[in-house]
């Protein structure tokens, strides 16, 4: 089995971007349905009413939740792109360090 680490930080940056993406769905989708959850309140009264906008209030909060974990695991793609870039960039140079250093020992 191979037990190299082989990431592509392009590709975190862009699952990152799809993720925003589906957070900016749910959230303008939600708040659609939520808008008409609220315009048919209008036709309920007392307790049927209270339920309504308790329930809303309800998926207001789990889809404010869902959001910010979508937004959260984007900036980790992010971050984790970001810190496998370095690294490949580091030790690049140390390569290409130590490649010079030996040619100037060999007189090359």
């Avoid at 392009?10 to 699952?15: I, Q």
């Avoid at 307790?47 to 309504?52: M, Q, V, Y």
């Avoid at 971050?79 to 007189?107: F, I, P, Q």
Wanted: proline residues 1%; aromatic residues 4%.
């Amino acid at each position: 089995m191979d037990r190299d680490l082989r990431v592509n930080p392009a590709d975190l940056r862009s699952w990152a971007s799809q993720a925003d993406t589906y957070a900016a769905n749910l959230r303008s989708g939600h708040a659609s349905a939520h808008e008409r959850i609220t315009t048919a309140q209008s036709g309920f009264i007392g307790a049927s009413s209270a339920a309504l906008a308790a329930r809303l209030a309800h998926w207001e909060e789990e889809t404010a939740a869902h959001h910010a974990e979508l937004i959260v695991h984007s900036e980790h793609l992010r971050s984790a792109a970001k810190c496998y870039a370095d690294t490949d960039d580091a030790e690049a140079v140390r390569l290409n360090d130590g490649a010079s250093g030996l040619a100037d020992r060999m007189n090359l």
